[in-house]
Nanobody, 115 residues
Framework: QVQPMESGGGLVQPGGSLRLSCAAS????????MGWYRQAPGKQREFVAL???????DYADAVKGRFAISRDNAKNTVSLQMNSLKPEDTAVYYC?????????WGQGTQVTVSS
């Protein structure tokens, strides 16, 4: 199994936008769900958004209306468009791909929202 690889993190000012991407190419299992989680310093990892293989999405209340998740099933990639970013969005963002008995996590990418 191939570990998902995130990209696109960085430093952005409040109100700005970032786009995270995650590639799980090379994976041999059928990825039913792809999603994003985040962990801020001193806090537990929390759910951000997910998308199923059929395109059904779900979001944490804290990001609804600001973040949008999308995926490319043919390429096993998932993206997270983050708009109107707030300082409280600062965290390490992790990609997760899971289906059946498989559950894969990426290494994480840092997102810092600060002026």
């Amino acid at each position: 199994q191939v570990q998902p690889m995130e990209s696109g993190g960085g430093l952005v000012q409040p109100g700005g936008s970032l786009r995270l991407s995650c590639a799980a190419s090379g994976s041999s299992f059928s990825i039913n769900n792809m999603g994003w989680y985040r962990q801020a310093p001193g806090k537990q990892r929390e759910f951000v958004a997910l998308i199923t293989s059929s395109g059904i999405t779900d979001y944490a209340d804290a990001v609804k209306g600001r973040f949008a998740i999308s995926r490319d099933n043919a390429k096993n990639t998932v993206s997270l468009q983050m708009n109107s970013l707030k300082p409280e969005d600062t965290a390490v963002y992790y990609c997760r791909c899971w289906g059946g008995a498989s559950n894969l996590w990426g290494q994480g990418t840092q997102v810092t929202v600060s002026s």
